[in-house]
């Protein structure tokens, strides 16, 4: 799951979004996200799903590190 991590963190690096952006932006307090960046196995899925829209991407591809399914 710390792949997880590493890829949000690599999209925010890509778009220039810090982690109080990106938590004013998901409505994720940000003492919160920054707990489920350092153990992304704790993220609910309502919550990879407002990560993946704010950073532009999906959650498929937070998680596995793929575009699409096939």
């Known amino acids: 799951m710390q792949q997880v991590s590493t890829r949000i963190r690599e999209r925010m690096a890509a778009l220039d ?5 990106l ?14 960046l350092a153990d992304p196995a704790t993220l609910t899925l309502n919550e990879l799903e407002r990560v993946a829209v704010a950073l532009d991407t999906s959650p498929l591809y937070l998680v596995t590190g793929r575009e699409s399914a096939a």
């Open 23 to 36: 938590s004013e932006t998901t409505a994720i307090p940000r003492m919160t996200l920054t707990r489920r």
């Open 17 to 21: 979004i810090s982690v109080k952006s």
